[in-house]
């Protein structure tokens, strides 16, 4: 399937479970997915190649009882991508994953909104965004986790991480709870950080130039995430992608 | 092969090393005693580059090169290996892949052509052996989750891997039981040959059971106060450091 | 349980809001809504400098030109700001210059508040400043502290006696252009506490203001500056309480605190304003812009609020950490019950090298009502070695409340250190069962497990606030349990 710009229709009929690879290069995203009862959707959303004009994606996904989304939003070298990426647990045992990474460098600009809405009990969401900035790279995070009245036993995480390399990188972090239900267990967790000074010492005592140590450190920092993409040739084009040249 | 000269050094503004004369040649085993706090891993901090550190007077000389003006890498590949006190864990970066980019940064340096894949499993392997370390070590992340004892013999089998020169051992017998103890100190002593050195730093005795100096120095107060033979680290552990604290008390 | 805990839960069971009651007190109160002469007014009834008129007017000018934020996460209902009076005061007979001067009746209304205005009756080593409806009744311990050379007095004396130090000062941290709010409070403040502490001087009792709403129809808007010149250090404490009225009543407040070189100030509110009914009827409306600058070198300021009253609550007790190596601190416990709302954090903004941040918020939620957690933390460019950390913890008791948390961060220095972590959950029933097992009714055991919860921010207020918040948090969770 290859993206068209339109709004275009998924669904995963019950019992199925389907792997999708999107690429995103110069067409702007407008999907609207169901996944029925027991269903099992991958989708991996990526951008790998710098792109020409500003892009948008807008993803609406609805899970029903029982079912599972696992959805990645990779974003390499990005020029002012806004993602937006909309989750309903309408229905009871669904579960979530959500994974992004991004890796911005001089001009560039990254958006990633989501929201995670717990409308029915005992489901469960995981979050992990991961950004690594260099240049005067921007990028911001708003995530939202909102648990409905009566949504009781829900779990939800949501973590973000941003790594800066450049004085000039600037990186915004939102992670929004909004809870009415008391039976629950929510967290969020958001850090900004830079290279680990001293692992990157204890790199160089064993003879690794500083340059190739932070690149061993940078892909570790998103190995992280690519390890969770439920696709092996995405993860092989990524590690590829990030791979320190040793 | 090493020489210090009037060595001071100071962390944010408070000066540790005050003034370390020290002559290492090949072969030799140096070891260096002291209280907590006298400046023991200071020393070897400063020997190895690390940056939270800053020399203000001095010179160290490592194979006729200027050591302080290298960067630590380049130290590293000239062959001063530290054995850190407290190796940091670094997740998400694999052994393999870490002591590959070591190995080939080594061997970039000296100008020669990077190990195949192939050849770097089999030096692993063999030095693996060599220093009795579990497999599975190495397919863990660097030190992540490693106990105590793992992280240290981690340490010896790099420098089994890196072959270096001037071997540091910073306090590497601090929190192992006595098997572990025997095993990086057997490693260290395999290793040893007359074209290296080694400075084992250290608070007690016991380890000097397994690598026996050639020389003892005392650093107290950021200098070195006394300088003797493997039978003044026997006088210390019975006698404690508190003399040499009365008697050194400026 | 040690002996007091039970004499506490005793007193948790038997109470309602015990600060409900109202003052007969003789009072000049002025004709509602809010105009320029309104303003002229007010600032001749204080007898006011100009330089003080024009600030007002200023404010108000540009105060018209604002609309109500709406961006917090509450439901206020529309309030007609001309339906207000904007100032009351308890007639004087003359100059109050001494205890035997105040009105008796003030001095029961504080008395039964527990803030004896007698300086042989004190408050063990706490100097007091009362502030009943729109104007300061009485300072205790002023000539002891003026020893030292601290001046501690009302803010609208502190316009008249030190007018070089509030020129110098008002507005500095909070100009009437930071909000809605803050440009109505600049326009008509009626009074507050004003404290300077000089260079090198550590100020040797707790300095503390008590605010009561009395009047009806009123509102409250006081205003405090606090200066610590380099090398010094001052202990603030505020509290507050207003009658039990079925009207909601606005309390619009400004504190601003200036910190200068390696001086430190501690402030320390607890807030217990009528919040209302269990059906929601009446409350205070709390609309408080607080902000610190911490401006010279080394400097320190740290925040410790427990916030139990008011129908709303709408404050971000804030830092500006401009010297470099400054301190901000935040410690937050905020509790809303029945039908209360509360929208409280606090921003951080690292402007200096090697500022350092922390903040520890813990909310709890119960009844009907809704309780956010709003922060920034804010690293600018040349903040280098820049740290903050966050952990903002939730707790629901019941199903018909709301626990939110909406931090923001704003990064752009690669040397910043920043972690944000936040929780959300209930009590356990296994703690709950556990403290069961052992004899301890179910609203006995949530009482106690809240004040563990809360423990590290109470653990920051001085000893005799710790106590009273400890209590407060009891009563106010009375009913909770289903």
């Known amino acids: 399937m290859t993206l068209t710009g339109e709004k275009q229709h998924i669904t995963i009929d019950r019992g199925q479970s389907e792997t999708i690879v999107l690429t995103v290069a110069d067409t702007n995203a407008d999907l609207e997915i169901t996944i029925n009862g027991g269903a099992e959707l991958n989708l991996i959303l990526k951008q790998t190649t710098v792109n020409a004009k500003a892009l948008t994606t807008n993803t609406t996904i609805n899970c029903e009882a029982n079912s599972r989304i696992n959805i990645s939003t990779i974003n390499i070298e990005p020029r002012n991508i806004a993602n937006t990426l909309i989750v309903n647990l309408n229905g009871e045992g669904a579960e979530a994953t959500l994974n992004g990474l991004y890796v911005a460098g001089a001009g560039g600009a990254i958006e990633n909104r989501t929201e995670i809405h717990h409308h029915a009990a005992h489901c469960t969401s995981t979050e992990l965004y991961k950004g690594i900035l260099d240049g005067n790279a921007v990028a911001k995070f708003a995530g939202l986790i909102q648990v409905a009245p009566g949504a009781q036993k829900t779990a939800a995480r949501q973590t973000n991480r941003h790594l800066l390399l450049s004085p000039d990188a600037h990186g915004y972090a939102q992670p929004h709870l909004i809870i009415n239900a008391d039976d629950v267990k929510c967290s969020h967790g958001a850090t900004s950080g830079q290279i680990d000074r001293e692992q990157l010492f204890y790199m160089q005592q064993r003879g690794i130039d500083a340059a190739t140590a932070q690149r061993l450190l940078v892909a570790a920092f998103a190995n992280e995430v690519v390890a969770l993409i439920p696709d092996e040739a995405t993860r092989q084009e990524l590690t590829a992608l990030l791979s320190a040249d040793v | 092969m090493l020489t210090i000269k009037n060595l001071h050094a100071a962390i944010d503004g408070k000066e540790i090393l005050r003034g370390i004369d020290l002559e290492i040649k090949a072969g030799e085993t140096h070891a260096i005693m002291g209280p907590n706090g006298s400046g023991k891993s200071t020393l070897s901090a400063v020997l190895a580059g690390n940056p939270l550190f800053t020399v203000t007077e001095g010179s160290a000389t490592f194979n006729g090169k200027d050591l302080l ?182 | 349980m040690g002996k007091n805990d039970n004499e506490l839960l005793n007193d948790i069971k038997s109470s309602e809001y015990k600060y409900g009651f109202t003052s007969d007190i003789d009072t000049d109160v002025i004709p509602r809504g809010l105009n320029e002469d309104v303003i002229r007014l007010i600032s001749h009834k204080k007898n006011e400098p100009d330089f003080m008129l024009d600030f007002r007017l200023k404010a108000f000018r540009h105060w018209q030109t604002l609309t109500v934020p709406t961006w917090a996460y509450l439901n206020i209902p529309d309030i007609d700001f001309q339906s207000i009076s904007y100032y009351a005061a308890p007639k004087a007979k003359k100059q109050l210059n001494s205890l035997d001067e105040v009105d008796p009746e003030i001095k029961a209304t504080f008395d039964k508040l527990g803030i004896p205005l007698d300086e042989q009756k004190k408050l063990s080593n706490v100097a007091v400043d009362a502030v009943l409806d729109s104007t300061s009744v009485k300072t205790t311990f002023r000539a002891t502290l003026a020893e030292k050379g601290i001046i501690f007095c009302s803010i609208s004396e502190a316009i008249r006696e030190h007018p070089d130090l509030i020129k110098q000062y008002l507005g500095s941290v909070v100009p009437h252009t930071d909000n809605f709010y803050a440009a109505l409070n600049a326009a008509v403040f009626s009074d507050g506490s004003f404290v300077y502490i000089p260079k090198g001087v550590r100020c040797p009792m707790e300095l503390s203001t008590y605010f009561r709403i ?193 931090p923001y961060s704003d990064i752009n220095n690669p040397t910043a250190q920043v972690e944000h972590e936040a929780t959300t959950s209930k009590i356990s029933e296994d703690q709950i069962f556990y403290c069961n097992q052992r004899g301890i009714s179910t609203e006995d055991a949530i009482g106690l497990i809240v004040n563990g919860y809360a423990k590290e921010v109470l653990n920051k207020l001085p000893m005799e606030f710790a106590i009273e918040a400890q209590r407060l948090l009891q009563i106010s969770l009375e009913g909770s349990v289903g």
């Open chain 2, 69 to 250: 003006a290298m960067s630590p890498e380049d130290r590293a590949n000239e062959g001063l290996f530290l054995s850190f006190q407290y190796p940091v864990e670094i997740p998400g970066v694999s052994m393999t892949n870490f002591l590959r980019a070591a190995v080939n940064g080594k061997r970039k340096y000296r100008g020669e052509e990077p190990l195949s894949a192939g050849d770097f499993l089999k030096l692993m392997r063999e030095k693996k052996k060599l220093v009795e370390i579990d497999s599975n070590l190495t397919n863990r992340a660097v030190n992540e989750g490693f106990s105590g004892g793992e992280k240290k013999k981690n340490e010896i089998f790099q420098m089994a891997m890196l072959e270096p020169t001037l071997r540091i051992l910073d306090e590497t017998d601090s929190g192992l039981d006595i098997d572990a103890l025997r095993i990086v100190a057997n490693g260290v002593t395999k290793l040893k040959n007359e074209q290296n050195a080694t400075i084992v730093i250290t608070h007690y005795q016991r380890l000097l059971d397994y690598i026996v100096p050639d020389f003892i120095h005392i650093l107290y107060k950021g200098r070195i106060v006394m300088t003797g033979t493997k039978e003044l680290a026997l006088e210390l552990e019975e006698k404690g450091y508190d003399w040499i604290k009365e008697k050194y008390q400026d």
């Open chain 3, 214 to 406: 009395n009047s009806m129809n009123t509102g409250q808007f006081e205003r405090t500056l606090i200066v610590a010149d380099d090398d010094s250090y001052v202990s603030y404490l505020e509290g507050c309480t207003a009658p039990m009225r079925d009207e909601n009543q606005l309390h619009a407040a400004i504190v601003e605190i200036v910190v200068h070189d390696n001086a430190e100030v501690k402030y320390s509110t607890v807030q217990n304003w009528y919040p209302g009914d269990k059906e929601g009827r009446g409350g205070i409306y709390n609309f408080v812009t607080k902000r610190a600058l911490c401006k010279g070198v080394n400097s320190k300021i740290s925040w410790t609020q427990v916030e139990t009253g008011s129908a709303i609550t709408w404050k971000y007790p804030s830092c500006i950490l401009k010297g470099d190596n400054s301190v901000g601190e935040f410690y937050s416990v905020a509790l809303t019950n029945n039908h209360q709302q509360a929208d409280t954090g606090t921003k951080m903004i690292h402007l200096g090298r090697n500022t350092r941040s922390t903040i520890i918020s813990k909310g709890i939620s119960a009844g009907y009502s809704q309780n956010s957690y709003r922060g920034l933390v804010r690293v600018t460019r040349n903040a280098d070695g820049a740290r903050n950390y966050s952990q903002c913890d939730s707790l629901l008791l019941g199903d018909k409340c709301g626990a939110h948390t909406f």
